[in-house]
């Protein structure tokens, strides 16, 4: 297992982060310790939930697969999703902030956070707030580093502007959704992490099971997924080529003979800026299969070929401006040299 830098921190993480979005919703307890156990031995340090996920018995189980091992791991929350029935139980508020911030510690039988996320957009609070927040979390000891996810390039850049201007702790790193069939980040939040420094953590590295091997070419929902229970599963932001990229994902794994899952998170992490990625399953049986993406590289042609089938289109502005430097280059007219 690899171990990458978390952006400009001297955090090192495992590229290959656990993810417990099913602990308490389709993995019972002894499993999800089975599964942590697994990641362990896999060199696994790097472990992913939130208070929302399972309505916070996720980060009970969680709490408890890594009783006597904390020092061990890395852990990272989240905050912002409704967590009751009052107006205030949910958002980044200050005060949001510091209940959220109590009842994470309390469901993970720990007394701090590794890396504390802001999980959404709040339009409704300003950032100077939770960042203010945020910061005296950091302070005192309770988380020790702070993250967003899903933000927009310009939020995540003022909000870096506020937290500079004003002394406070920034955001280290930023969790995205991107796959082979959802790579938008590339044109504008991937340019500003690397400018900023910030780590990159993927989540639906596989599309929500789509890029899994489960499915075929054409199929958009299976029998005993997610995508039947219609639960996390990101169809609706797929790529218009999705259905192509598939079909070259399963001929290139057969050919290098490795999982559709692990070539596709295998692409993922041989992107640039990417610190690590968020594999997420049912049993031990699908957590061992994506762990092993940690245990190759990718021949230079199949991830050519992956590359190229799963190309972004051209947009405007990065398109129109992206040569503009042959143009000046040209312009230069300097016989001396010739």
Known sequence: MEYRRMGRTGLKVSEVCLGTMTFGHSTDEQEA?????????????FFDTADSYGGGESEVITGKALKGRRRDAVVATKFFNPMGPGPNDSGMSRGRIMNAIED??????????????IHHVDTQTPLEEMLRALDDLVRQGKVRYIACSNYQAWRLMEALW???ANG?????????????VVRD?????????????LGVVVWSPLGGGFLSGKYKPGARTLAGT???????YPQSYFAANADQTLETLLAVADEIGRSPAQVAL????????????IIGARTVEQARDNMLAGSFCLPDEARARLDEISYLPHRYPEAMEANMHERRD???DMPALE
């Open 104 to 117: 994470s510690l309390q469901r993970l039988s720990t007394d701090y956070i590794d890396l504390y996320y």
């Open 162 to 164: 506020i937290a500079d």
């Open 168 to 180: 406070l702790a920034r955001f280290e790193c930023y969790q995205p959704q991107y796959s082979l």
């Open 266 to 277: 295998r692409w993922v992490l041989e992107q640039p800026a990417i610190t690590s990625v």
């Open 33 to 45: 310790k089975r599964i942590v156990a697994l990641a362990f031995d896999a060199g696994i340090n």
């Open 330 to 332: 040209d312009a230069v």
């Open 185 to 197: 980040i590339e044109q504008e939040l991937i340019p500003v992490c690397q400018l900023k420094g």
């Open 226 to 232: 997610r995508s039947a229970d219609a639960w996390a």
